[in-house]
């Protein structure tokens, strides 16, 4: 009698049937885990990549883009004016964001910059390239707008462009940030970072003169804001691509921020030049009186040695915490700084010059002493002399032995048909060089931009 059985019978057919049908379900299960991984993984690489995209946008570019910030609970309100421009502040916002991100400059319209500094009603003070402004945008990052004057701004568009894309890929930490440019008809203009605490000037000179407080800033402090100046111009001409030479080093010149930070404003503004090329011949005068090296009043070649010049007549009003040039010392060895300071060098006293100007700290006097040897080695007459900057840096730094420096003034003795006298109180022969304690004549050449 045959028997019925619902097992494999021992039917070899349907065996390799169940080893198929299970090798199938064993393939779908893996590839149904392979998929599931797969996917996760795509979507961590997905995520990463959105990350890592948002990390590329600087922090001050990440704040939210929120037009008019609350009035977003009265939309209702919001008139078609209001709404138009809300529209357009939104877009400016976000091709700005999106030019940081990919190191353009913004190019901004005359109407746009007229809405973030509210129709310029905040000075912030002016040069001898035009007029500050303070600006907020919508995100609430704060700029600086430099309005050029009218007849600074003689290039053409494509020149402008150019110098102000270079401007705006020159960053570094001691260099103040260029975000973008107006080029209308009606307007050339600069847009910067916005330095809460003003310059040096400010800090060093004016506070000092109206509020007193010169006191309150610790000599440490001086000495990183000496260091970090030395570092910014170091970049400018020894490490960007196109060399930078600035032309008008000066205390206004170095903007501070919360923590005190110096940044250097303005490089670019003047010409720039390949890093080759080491000579300018320029047909006229450049920078501001006081600070301008010698061979920025002669007929000849100018090198990028002219800041570190300028530099060094910094580093002596950090020192002195004073102007270099105080006419009210007229007739006393204390009139000119830089001269005061060698005369004392020379003898063995500088002691007692650092005591006058408030340097009384052993460990300070030791950093004031070096700062001294420093700005007399930037001074030097030929500027072949002069140090690099990054050698500045290095000697501020403590890190090297600094020689003792050669006399700066010895060509005052000779007959080298330059008078730097001119810059103490023999000034009256060349009213160019005069720097009196409260009116900064400035001589500019007809701007490159
Ligand atoms: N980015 C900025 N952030 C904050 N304040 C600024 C900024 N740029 C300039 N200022 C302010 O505006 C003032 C004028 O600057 P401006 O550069 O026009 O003149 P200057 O530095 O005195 O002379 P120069 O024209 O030779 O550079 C500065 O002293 C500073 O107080
Ligand atoms: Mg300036």
Same mark, same amino acid.
């Given at each position: 009698?045959?028997?019925?059985?619902?097992?494999?019978?021992?039917?070899?057919?349907?065996?390799?049937?169940?080893?198929?049908?299970?090798?199938?379900?064993?393939?779908?299960?893996?590839?149904?885990?392979?998929?599931?991984?797969?996917?996760?993984?795509?979507?961590?690489?997905?995520?990463?990549?959105?990350? /890592?995209?948002?990390?590329?946008?600087?922090?001050?570019?990440?704040?939210?883009?929120?037009?008019?910030?609350?009035?977003?609970?009265?939309?209702?309100?919001?008139?078609?004016?209001?709404?138009?421009?809300?529209?357009?502040? &939104?877009?400016?916002?976000?091709?700005?964001?999106?030019?940081?991100?990919?190191?353009?400059?913004?190019?901004?319209?005359?109407?746009?910059?007229?809405?973030?500094?509210?129709?310029?009603?905040?000075?912030?003070?002016?040069?001898?390239?035009?007029?500050?402004?303070?600006?907020?945008?919508?995100?609430?990052?704060?700029?600086?707008?430099?309005?050029?004057?009218?007849?600074?701004?003689?290039?053409?568009?494509?020149?402008?462009?150019?110098?102000?894309?270079?401007?705006?890929?020159?960053?570094?930490?001691?260099?103040?940030?260029?975000?973008?440019?107006?080029?209308?008809?009606?307007?050339?203009?600069?847009?910067?970072?916005?330095?809460?605490?003003?310059?040096?000037?400010?800090?060093?000179?004016?506070?000092?003169?109206?509020?007193?407080?010169?006191?309150?800033?610790?000599?440490?402090?001086?000495?990183?804001?000496?260091?970090?100046?030395?570092?910014?111009?170091?970049?400018?001409?020894?490490?960007?691509?196109?060399?930078?030479?600035?032309?008008?080093?000066?205390?206004?010149?170095?903007?501070?921020?919360?923590?005190?930070?110096?940044?250097?404003?303005?490089?670019?503004?003047?010409?720039?030049?390949? /890093?080759?090329?080491?000579?300018?011949?320029?047909?006229?005068?450049?920078?501001?009186?006081?600070?301008?090296?010698?061979?920025?009043?002669?007929?000849?070649?100018?090198?990028?040695?002219?800041?570190?010049?300028?530099?060094?007549?910094?580093?002596?009003?950090?020192?002195?915490?004073?102007?270099?040039?105080?006419?009210?010392?007229?007739?006393?060895?204390?009139?000119?700084?830089?001269?005061?300071?060698?005369? /004392?060098?020379?003898?063995?006293?500088?002691?007692?010059?650092?005591?006058?100007?408030?340097?009384?700290?052993?460990?300070?006097?030791?950093?004031?002493?070096?700062?001294?040897?420093?700005?007399?080695?930037?001074?030097?007459?030929?500027?072949?002399?002069?140090?690099?900057?990054?050698?500045?840096?290095?000697?501020?730094?403590?890190?090297?032995?600094?020689?003792?420096?050669?006399?700066?003034?010895?060509?005052?003795?000779?007959?080298?048909?330059?008078?730097?006298?001119?810059?103490?109180?023999?000034? &009256?022969?060349?009213?160019?060089?005069?720097?009196?304690?409260?009116?900064?004549?400035?001589?500019?050449?007809?701007?490159?931009?």
């Amino acid at each position: 009698m045959s028997t019925t059985s619902f097992g494999n019978g021992g039917d070899p057919g349907f065996d390799s049937f169940n080893n198929a049908a299970s090798s199938i379900s064993t393939a779908a299960i893996v590839s149904i885990v392979v998929s599931v991984i797969a996917t996760i993984a795509i979507v961590i690489a997905i995520i990463y990549c959105l990350k /890592r995209t948002g990390d590329a946008i600087p922090k001050y570019a990440q704040a939210q883009l929120t037009i008019g910030g609350n009035n977003s609970n009265n939309q209702g309100n919001i008139n078609p004016l209001q709404a138009y421009e809300t529209d357009m502040a &939104k877009a400016t916002m976000e091709r700005f964001i999106s030019d940081i991100a990919r190191e353009q400059p913004t190019r901004f319209s005359a109407n746009e910059l007229t809405q973030c500094t509210q129709n310029f009603q905040k000075v912030l003070g002016s040069g001898g390239f035009g007029v500050v402004y303070k600006g907020e945008f919508p995100n609430g990052i704060q700029v600086a707008v430099k309005v050029l004057k009218e007849n600074v701004s003689k290039r053409v568009e494509e020149q402008f462009m150019a110098e102000v894309s270079t401007m705006c890929r020159t960053y570094h930490i001691n260099l103040v940030r260029l975000y973008g440019f107006c080029f209308d008809t009606s307007m050339r203009a600069l847009v910067y970072e916005y330095m809460e605490q003003g310059s040096l000037d400010d800090l060093l000179f004016q506070k000092q003169n109206n509020k007193g407080n010169q006191s309150i800033i610790p000599w440490d402090k001086l000495q990183e804001i000496a260091i970090g100046t030395a570092r910014g111009i170091s970049y400018l001409h020894e490490e960007c691509q196109k060399r930078i030479i600035h032309y008008d080093i000066k205390p206004g010149n170095v903007l501070l921020d919360p923590k005190l930070s110096p940044k250097v404003a303005d490089f670019g503004l003047a010409m720039l030049c390949n /890093r080759d090329s080491t000579h300018v011949v320029m047909s006229g005068c450049r920078g501001t009186p006081g600070y301008a090296a010698p061979e920025l009043w002669t007929p000849y070649p100018v090198t990028y040695k002219c800041d570190v010049y300028s530099f060094g007549m910094l580093l002596f009003e950090i020192v002195g915490r004073r102007r270099n040039h105080v006419a009210e010392l007229s007739g006393t060895s204390q009139e000119w700084l830089p001269r005061w300071a060698y005369e /004392r060098f020379e003898k063995g006293e500088l002691n007692e010059m650092l005591a006058v100007v408030g340097v009384t700290a052993e460990e300070d006097k030791v950093t004031a002493e070096r700062m001294v040897k420093v700005a007399l080695w930037c001074v030097q007459y030929l500027p072949n002399t002069r140090p690099m900057m990054s050698s500045v840096v290095r000697m501020l730094e403590g890190g090297v032995k600094i020689d003792e420096p050669p006399n700066p003034f010895a060509h005052l003795q000779d007959d080298f048909g330059f008078d730097l006298n001119t810059m103490s109180s023999s000034t &009256k022969s060349d009213s160019r060089l005069l720097q009196s304690e409260n009116s900064q004549s400035e001589i500019h050449v007809p701007i490159t931009i």
